[in-house]
């Protein structure tokens, strides 16, 4: 295969694990930078040399995690440097890294830019120091004003603000608020996303415990759609349900998530998938760094298990996937991957047609306006 695909790198440790996060994450200040850094390179190397990698270009790199912004500047261009090495990166490649906005200034910012990251995005979450406490963030509002206008000053053009709203005590008006402070400053892309109670997280042991009450329904949907019309009226293009971005900004990476291309994950716990040989595979790494470290060196990946996909696994998690962009799924790449035409193999669709959730537009199958609103229930009827 020849086509570029998607390149993410994960880094487990945040200098403490917030309450809502189910990632796989663990606590620690000073991760141990030099060994992991080590161990993703031979990794890198370990994948380029052979199928289906190999001989394959990389057009986009994501450092997450985690909280990449740990790492130090030398470290990160060591792990950009063997992927350039090793696979080569397609021109004007986006290299994104993610960022604790309290754990960055300009020099580590510029630092980041010298090693060939071009694009930051910034965990804010929230501009109200109250929902920050309750999210278990150690930084404060002040923290990401200063990390943006740091950014702007090392000579980042691309910067991403990550947002959570329906925090328990926010209010509709709290959120508004939050979508001004973020939209002043000026960011090229902003992520906001609704507080989910993830089974197993203390927030969701909380709420079971009546220490936290959700944002009850009727606020969290004015939410939602205070943040679709707020942001449209700032400029900002809604390209995924979760997604804005000024023109020509949209993530060029997690875009490969949404239109089925392929992306290989490479540190503890990250996930890979592979359209080809049909109908695809994905894997998944060792969780806990020492383990996947030790997997690296004695056989070069840390896979722990893999997951042939049936066919109408495949062809469900295509749709699903694709109906999380505005523009829908691409039915003609749905047929060429799959031979056969995407309402024959869901007869559901004329339902969901007839109920004005979804419709065509010639090549494409996307949701409506009405069917964002209730994308999870379209969603369930694809599993």
């Known amino acids: 295969m020849s086509t570029s695909f998607a390149l993410y790198v994960h880094v487990p440790w945040c200098r403490r694990i917030c309450p809502y996060c189910d990632f796989n994450v663990y606590a620690h ?15 890198i190397a370990a994948r380029g040399a052979a199928a289906p990698w190999a001989g394959r270009r990389v057009r986009s790199v994501y450092l997450g995690g985690g909280t990449p912004s740990l790492f130090s ?3 990160v261009g060591r792990i950009l440097e063997a992927a350039a090495a090793v696979f080569g990166l397609v021109p004007g490649a986006e290299v994104t890294i993610e960022a604790n906005p309290g754990t960055v ?3 580590r910012l510029a630092g980041y830019r010298a090693a060939g990251v071009n694009r930051l995005s910034l965990g804010a979450q929230s501009f109200t120091a109250a929902a920050l406490r309750i999210l278990g963030r150690d930084h404060a509002p002040a923290d990401t004003v200063a990390a943006v206008a740091a950014a702007r000053a090392a000579g980042f053009a691309n910067v991403s603000l990550d947002l959570i709203y329906a925090v328990p005590g926010t209010t509709v008006v709290d959120w508004e608020r939050d979508l001004a402070r973020a939209v002043a400053l000026g960011p090229e892309h902003i ?7 993830e089974e197993g997280t203390p927030l969701e042991a909380w709420r079971a415990r009546g220490r936290v009450h959700p944002v009850d329904e009727e606020s969290e949907a004015a939410m939602t759609e205070t943040t679709a019309a707020a942001l449209a009226a700032a400029g900002y293009e809604r390209y995924e349900i979760s997604s804005w971005a000024r023109p020509g900004f949209a993530s060029r990476h997690n875009t490969s998530y949404w239109d089925g291309s392929d992306y290989l994950g490479v540190g ?31 056989r070069g990946s840390g896979v722990a298990h893999e997951e042939p996909l049936t066919p109408a696994k495949a062809r ?17 790449e749905f047929e060429r991957r799959f031979a056969s035409p995407l309402a024959a193999c869901f007869p559901q669709l004329a339902a969901l047609r007839a109920d004005g959730l979804v419709e ?15 994308a999870d229930t379209v969603a369930a009827t694809f599993v």
């Open 316 to 332: 469900g998690e295509f749709v699903l996937a694709g109906l999380r962009r505005l523009a829908g799924v691409d039915l003609l």
């Open 360 to 374: 065509d537009t010639g090549r494409r199958l996307r949701l409506t306006a009405r069917g964002l609103l209730f």
């Open 105 to 107: 200034d300009r020099r």
């Open 73 to 75: 500047p030398a470290a």
């Open 268 to 298: 503890a716990g990250a996930h890979s998938f592979a359209a080809y040989p049909a109908p695809g595979c994905r894997w998944a790494n060792l969780r806990r760094p020492a383990e996947w470290q030790a997997a690296v060196w004695a």
């Open 191 to 197: 992520s906001a996303y609704s507080l989910t109670y």
């Open 29 to 43: 200040r000073r991760p141990p930078e030099d060994a992991y850094t080590a161990a993703l390179v031979a990794e």
